[in-house]
């Protein structure tokens, strides 16, 4: 308990440099995938950790971003592609267009994003060649004979999850579609096809694992594929949207300058994984294998050593960049106190680890942010808290704050932690279960990417945080 205790008045006092404020009235409903399930492209995937569609405007609203004529944004953690998506949306009010640059390491993920971000901008005539293609999709499955390619995931031959019958339906479907030209028609319809293959089966997402439904009913995948073709091209046709752009990237995010170069960025947005053992690879494995984008327990694996490390679920090597950087001294303040409160059992290992390695990744994004974007631009990154350990153990990872703190030695001014929702944990009452957007400006006197190495003194601005203190937990 004095341990936590600690921890907490260690978040207290690193708070109290910036501005924190309640502005749930705003964002509660805009760091959780609000809308994206009625909203036109938005629609096509949900990724239940995904921002919402209507987060980006009020982002770039906050900002005083809206005023230009023209945005280039980066996006280094895309998911199911948001940031694009919800771009190209607000792009006729941008004589230049917006222009957005985005990073996803999931192998499906990466496909949803730029699927839908590239569709954003296709025409009637697209929509129409996809909806043939999709009736030749499906006669071609429905005559298949071949012999089946079963996902090598062991899932998928499991009869309790999947029936024989929806199984042969929902691989015939990927062997068709494979055949299809590269080319956009052919990634909608991947998409299409991939997104059946939950409602197919018996198992539903469910935090940070798939769980066993037995009393549910599985769709029929053709049925289903017609359906979310039939959805995509409505949405195609309905899209007035011009004006825009975007790249996709298939890589590590933690490193977007090994995709983009120049300083040319008015803002940065992204939610990271937060640490909050949620592996991205696990709660969307069967969509990436049954498009066969793993194929053997060694690619699996291979994926999993490059994702953020927000979660124990692979060990990652015991390797932090902070150590034999200018800011080691400041990190290992920073961390020391949290990593002092981990309580020594068997997972301690594994939480040190989580602590050391996000901090170490998220102090290497933002450091590479800053030297991609000008001195007027903005970064803001939206992150939740997590609880780790049970009862009189437990302890929370503040992420918002120790990002904030990352941010000001990777060369950022923190202008407001904006609190978007209070969190609730059973048995658990920190004022710091909380998700947050956090907007930085970059530090100008701090040489802009240079190492940065801010005394208190600095840090110190007088805290406008009114609401801070009352706010109701
Ligand atoms: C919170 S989600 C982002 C959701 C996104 N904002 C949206 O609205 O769909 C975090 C994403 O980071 C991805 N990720 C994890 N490690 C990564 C890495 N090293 N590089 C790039 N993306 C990574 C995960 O696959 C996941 O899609």
């Known amino acids: 308990m004095a341990l936590a205790g600690a921890v907490e008045a260690h978040y207290k006092q690193l708070e ?83 222009h957005v640059e985005a990073i996803e390491h999931n192998p499906f993920l990466h496909l949803v994003s730029a699927a839908k971000s590239h569709a954003c901008l296709a025409d009637a005539e697209t929509a129409e060649r996809l909806r043939r293609a999709s009736e030749e999709v499906i006669e071609a499955a429905s005559r298949s004979s071949e012999k089946l390619r079963v996902p090598g995931l062991s899932t998928f031959s499991r009869e309790k999850y999947f029936e024989p019958d929806d199984l042969r339906e929902l691989v015939s479907l990927r062997d068709a579609v494979a055949s299809l030209e590269p080319g956009l028609i052919k990634e ?12 197919a089966s018996r198992l539903r997402r469910d935090g940070r694992a798939l769980r066993f439904s037995p009393n549910r009913n599985p769709r029929k995948p053709r049925e289903e594929f017609q359906r979310r073709i039939s959805m995509m091209v409505e949405d195609i046709k309905g899209s007035p949207f011009q004006n825009a752009s975007s790249i996709i990237h298939q890589g590590d995010g933690r490193r977007p300058r090994d995709y983009v170069s120049s300083r040319e960025f008015d803002l940065v947005i992204f939610s990271p994984p937060y640490p909050n053992n949620i592996d991205y690879t696990e709660v969307y494995k069967m969509e990436a294998w049954y498009l066969e984008l793993f194929v053997d327990e060694g690619s699996f694996r291979q994926h999993r050593l490059a994702t953020v490390r927000s979660h124990p679920s692979v060990k990652f090597a015991e390797s ?12 290992e303040e920073l961390l020391d106190p949290l990593l002092s409160a981990i309580p020594k059992d068997r997972y301690a290992t594994g939480r040190k680890q989580i602590v050391r390695g996000y901090a170490d990744d998220m102090l290497q994004v933002l450091r590479q942010s800053r030297s991609l974007v000008h001195d007027e631009g903005k970064l803001a990154f939206i992150v939740g808290n997590s609880v780790h350990g049970n009862g009189e153990s437990s302890f929370v990872i503040a992420a918002d704050l120790i990002m904030s703190r990352l941010a000001e030695l990777a060369g950022w001014r923190v202008d407001e932690i904006k609190i978007a929702r209070t969190l609730f944990r059973r048995g658990v009452a920190s004022p710091f279960l909380r998700e947050s957007i956090v907007v930085l400006s970059p530090n100008l006197a701090a040489g802009g990417n240079r190492s940065s190495n801010p005394t208190a003194a600095d840090r110190h601005q007088p805290s406008r945080s009114t609401d801070q203190n009352n706010r109701s937990r």
Do not use: M
């Open 188 to 199: 909608l319809a991947l998409l299409a096809a991939a997104a059946c293959v939950e409602p």
């Open 320 to 331: 932090y960049e902070y150590l034999t950087s200018d800011h080691s001294g400041d990190v």
């Open 16 to 98: 109290q440099a910036w501005r924190v404020s309640d502005r749930s009235d705003v964002y509660d409903r805009l760091v959780v995938p609000n809308g994206n399930s009625t909203d036109p492209f938005h629609r096509w995937f949900h990724l239940k950790e995904a921002f919402s569609s209507r987060l980006l405007g009020q982002v770039i609203s906050d900002t005083g971003l809206k005023r230009r004529d023209s945005l280039r944004i980066l996006d280094c953690f895309s998911g199911s592609g948001t940031t694009a998506v919800s771009a190209s949306e607000l792009a006729q009010d941008y004589a230049g267009g917006i």
